[in-house]
């Protein structure tokens, strides 16, 4: 089974609720599978040091719900809370672990960069 990595570009907002739908190209079980989404300011940052960092099935981790388990797409659901600090770009990847297959991949990876809001009183 080969999962297909792609290099992409993410957008999203410092203080707002950020959604970013991931195609992992597989099915998903949303049961077993498991699921990481790790950004950090570099890929050689220990995961401990991550600025942001969300799971499926993954003790500790949550914010990532399976949309369509056949087709193999997620969504990440990154609270305001979490990105008011962080710096503008960050590199990112996600992995999925299959447990059927037992198969760990990398299934996206690239840049996430974080704009700031441009209205800072909208209610």
């Given at each position: 089974?080969?999962?297909?990595?792609?290099?992409?570009?993410?957008?999203?907002?410092?203080?707002?609720?950020?959604?970013?739908?991931?195609?992992?190209?597989?099915?998903?079980?949303?049961?077993?599978?498991?699921?990481?989404?790790?950004?950090?300011?570099?890929?050689?940052?220990?995961?401990?040091?991550?600025?942001?960092?969300?799971g499926?099935?993954?003790?500790?981790?949550?914010?990532?719900?399976?949309?369509?388990?056949?087709?193999?797409?997620?969504?990440?659901?990154?609270?305001?809370i979490?990105?008011?600090?962080?710096?503008r770009?960050?590199?990112?990847?996600?992995?999925?672990?299959?447990?059927?297959?037992?198969?760990?991949?990398?299934?996206?990876?690239?840049?996430?960069?974080?704009?700031?809001?441009?209205?800072?009183?909208?209610?």
């Open positions: 089974m080969a999962l297909k990595v792609q290099t992409t570009q993410i957008d999203g907002v410092k203080g707002e609720t950020n959604i970013w739908d991931i195609d992992a190209t597989v099915a998903i079980d949303p049961a077993n599978d498991k699921i990481w989404f790790t950004a950090k300011n570099k890929k050689s940052d220990a995961d401990s040091e991550a600025v942001l960092k969300y499926a099935n993954v003790a500790g981790l949550s914010g990532i719900t399976v949309t369509d388990g056949a087709l193999g797409e997620f969504r990440v659901t990154s609270p305001g979490d990105t008011i600090l962080a710096p770009a960050l590199v990112y990847d996600v992995k999925v672990k299959i447990a059927a297959a037992s198969v760990l991949q990398t299934v996206a990876s690239g840049t996430l960069l974080l704009a700031e809001a441009t209205n800072k009183d909208a209610t």
